[in-house]
């Protein structure tokens, strides 16, 4: 594979960016609305390269665990076109929406189908997939241990305070998935699929955790150490696309523009992004800009992106 730059420099672009970041003056603003995510200092960044070669090159706080929130609904879509396939895609569109995350406007006409998987409305169809008849608490686990299988870490844990805060006042989620419930596109209950999301938002993990998670997505759907093969490529392909399409909710032309990589952010301030053949990357500082995505994790990406020519375009 022919790069603009060695795979040598990379140790020394990601200490650049790593600095350029612990120096940057606007951080933007934690979470204000989950209480235990407006309490984490924005003072932190932290980023982590996995090479399609299996190297791991990190900068900063790439080892601090923080609540992946949003960044887990790839994960949990993955599970989920795992279990009923393609016709996931009769419940849950494929479009960007143009609207914030947690926006419940677009149901109304639109039969309580959600415009794609990572909007809240649609991770809750996805979360009432993987649900099926179960429990909340067996298919918590059982999302865990897909994430702990990925990363190839079995100390991935979800933090339970983080779940409990947003059960406790994520009444947004709670309109959106009566309203759904209303038009016949959720089939368990209500309070049992929530409490799965919730659950899947609360999961901890550190950059480093969620690039080696995400390495599937770089390699064709093949978890590049061992060769175990996690989707097919077509899989890959589609998550992908939908990571670039609507993985930074309305603000997902912007990060298409600024950098180039399909990427799922979460209110906790990481940021998942893929180079397809080459890198799984996450980045994590938690201020976040106006539409809820990490401010410096969109520059840090933006950079990493202008030095590695790493832009799918
Ligand atoms: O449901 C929520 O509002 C949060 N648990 C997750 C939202 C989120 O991460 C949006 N991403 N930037």
């Known amino acids: 594979m022919s790069e603009s730059f060695r795979m040598t420099d990379l140790r020394a672009i990601v200490a650049e960016i790593t600095e350029e970041m612990a120096a940057a003056p606007d951080r933007g603003r934690p979470a204000s609305y989950i209480p235990p995510l407006a309490r984490v200092d924005v003072g932190q960044f932290g980023m982590a390269v996995v090479t399609a070669d299996g190297d791991v090159f990190t900068g900063g706080a790439a080892d601090e665990a923080f609540s992946v929130q949003s960044v887990s609904k790839v994960f949990a879509l993955t599970m989920a076109l795992g279990r009923v396939g393609d016709q996931l895609w009769d419940r849950v569109g494929r479009e960007p929406s143009g609207s914030a995350f947690n ?3 677009q149901l109304e006409s639109e039969r309580g189908i959600p415009r794609n998987p990572f909007i809240n409305a649609g991770a809750i ?11 909340p608490r ?8 897909f994430i702990r299988s990925l990363a190839d870490d079995d ?7 983080v779940a409990r805060s947003e059960s406790e006042t994520g009444f947004r989620n709670v309109a959106l998935a009566n309203y759904m419930k209303s038009f016949g596109n959720l089939r368990g209950p209500v309070e049992d699929v929530l409490a799965l999301y919730f659950g899947q938002c609360a999961v901890a993990m550190s950059c480093r955790q969620l690039a080696m998670a995400g390495r599937y997505l770089m390699a064709g759907g093949v978890n590049p150490v061992g060769g175990h093969r996690v989707v097919s490529a077509a899989r890959a392909r589609r998550i992908n696309a939908l990571m670039l399409t609507c993985g930074h909710y309305d603000a997902s ?4 523009f600024r950098v180039g990589l399909p990427g799922k952010s979460g209110v906790g301030g990481g940021i998942l992004a893929v180079a397809p053949g080459r890198a799984s990357i996450a980045v994590w500082s938690p201020g976040l800009n106006a539409q809820g995505n990490s401010q410096l994790g969109t520059l840090a990406l933006e950079r990493l992106a202008m030095r590695t020519g790493w832009s799918v375009f």
Do not use: C, Q, T, Y
């Open 253 to 256: 032309g912007d990060f298409a």
């Open 138 to 145: 067996e298919s918590v686990g059982e999302l865990v241990r």
């Open 125 to 135: 169809v996805v979360a009432d997939v993987n649900l099926g008849r179960g429990r």
């Open 155 to 161: 100390s991935i844990a979800v933090d339970a305070e």
């Open 103 to 105: 926006s419940i406007v």
